[in-house]
Structures are given as structure tokens and as C-alpha cells.
């Protein structure tokens, strides 16, 4: 059974600031895993997506990398700024018969202050 | 031009009525979900419909009834409410050969009391 965990549970950096977020999964055989970032009262965005193939994703600041070996995915956005406020979720999907079955991480709930 | 919207946005009612959660999606995806996220954030799978039939079912009390009339609507009958289900309930759709690229509703917050 997949289980994915995130830390760190809440960051608060300044403006600017370049920051790391981690994901751990403990099922190596990973069909793909997604960083998603939730905004209060909205529904989920997917950010980036990383297939098993691969070893990172690029869009913009944003950055995501993927270790199968060691069960880890990190998101890194650089240059950080207040709207990336947010709460960032990593997702494994595991493949197979459960294509659909996105397992979640708890989040990370990120604060960039002015 | 809401892709995937859901109703209501605020539910508030007393332990042991119904209530139902609609689901409706614009994308012509063939395959819909219902997520529960809990007061501590996680957000966990509960079932799945692909093309009006269930796909996945997770370890959800009967009390939990999905229902997709057409491909566009999945929607979601509680019976009996309880304290345990406050949470807020997402609607996701995707399409059925790419399953992980699932687009969100804004989330149902049921609140029982």
C-alpha cells in the first residue's frame, strides 16, 4: 500500500527566498507522481508531472525531481514570491488497475511574505 | 466556463439526515472521482466512475452512495450523517486513457452537527 508523506508540514520564507519541498513514497514501483498546489477554497492545480521514466520536470521557478531508488521527490521554486502561497501537494499514482488512484501526500502549507 | 463545478460549496446539517453532493463536469471526460479531505488535509480517494460505472471503491461506509446519471454528473448521497464526515469533498474528471491527469472541483465543505 503506497503511502506518501511530505515535510515539511508548514514553511514561511521571504520574498525571493529559493525553497525545496519533499515528498516520500514507500512504494518504489511509482507509475508517475504530480505536484499539485491548492489555493483556500479552490480545488487542486496540478503543477508538475512526472512520469517513471523521467527524472525531473521543469515549468517556470518550478522544478520537480523524482528518485524512484529512494522513494523521494523533491519541488523547488525558485525566487519565491507571495503569491506562490499555498498549499503544495505531491501525489503517486500507482498504475496498473489504479490508474485513477492518486495517493496524497498531507501537504505542505507554504507562506511567502513580503 | 467552470470545467468542474460542484454543489453546493457550504453544506451544514445535523447528524442522521441525507444530503446529496452534485458533480458536474464540462470537460467530456469519461471517467469522474469523489475525494474526501479531512481536517488534516489528507485527501483520499473514495470512489471512481468511468463511463456511469464504478471503477473504484475504497474503504467507504455504505452510507456513502455515489450516483452518475450520465457521463457529465457523478454525485454523492450521504445517509445517515455523522460527526466523522465533516470534511470538505472534492469532484475530479479525467479522461480514460490518461486516469492521472485529474482536473478538481472547488470542494463541498460539509459541516454536521
Known amino acids: 500500500k503506497q503511502e506518501v508523506t511530505q515535510i515539511p508540514a508548514a514553511l514561511s520564507v521571504p520574498e525571493g527566498e529559493n525553497l525545496v519541498l519533499n515528498c516520500s513514497f514507500t512504494?518504489?514501483?511509482?507509475?508517475?507522481l504530480q505536484w499539485f498546489r491548492q489555493d483556500p477554497g479552490k480545488g487542486l492545480t496540478s503543477l508538475l508531472l512526472?512520469?517513471?521514466?523521467?527524472r525531473e520536470q521543469t515549468s517556470g521557478r518550478l522544478n520537480a525531481s523524482l528518485d524512484k531508488s529512494s522513494g523521494r521527490s523533491t519541488l523547488y521554486i525558485a525566487a519565491s514570491q507571495p503569491g506562490d502561497s499555498a498549499t503544495y501537494l505531491c501525489?503517486?499514482?500507482?498504475?496498473?488497475?489504479?490508474?485513477?488512484?492518486?495517493?496524497f501526500g498531507q501537504g505542505t502549507i507554504l507562506t511567502v511574505h513580503p | 466556463d467552470t470545467a468542474v463545478s460542484q454543489t453546493p460549496k457550504y453544506l451544514v446539517t445535523q447528524m442522521g439526515n441525507d444530503k446529496s453532493i452534485k458533480c458536474e463536469q464540462n470537460?467530456?471526460?469519461?471517467?469522474m472521482y469523489w475525494y474526501k479531505q479531512d481536517s488534516k488535509k489528507f485527501l483520499k480517494i473514495m470512489f471512481s466512475?468511468?463511463?456511469?460505472?464504478?471503477?473504484i471503491n475504497e474503504t467507504v461506509p455504505n452510507r456513502f452512495s455515489p450516483k452518475s446519471p450520465d457521463k457529465a454528473h457523478l454525485n454523492l448521497h450521504i445517509n445517515s450523517l455523522e460527526l466523522g464526515d465533516s470534511a470538505v469533498y472534492f469532484c475530479?474528471?479525467?479522461?480514460?486513457?490518461?486516469?492521472?491527469?485529474?482536473?478538481f472541483g472547488p470542494g463541498t465543505r460539509l459541516t454536521v452537527t
Open positions: 475530479a474528471s479525467s479522461q480514460e486513457n490518461r486516469p492521472w491527469e485529474q482536473y
Open positions: 512504494d518504489s514501483a511509482i507509475y508517475n
Open positions: 512526472i512520469q517513471s521514466s523521467q
Open positions: 501525489a503517486g499514482n500507482a498504475g496498473g488497475t489504479s490508474y485513477g488512484k492518486l495517493t
Open positions: 470537460l467530456g471526460h469519461d471517467t
Open positions: 466512475y468511468n463511463n456511469k460505472e464504478l471503477i
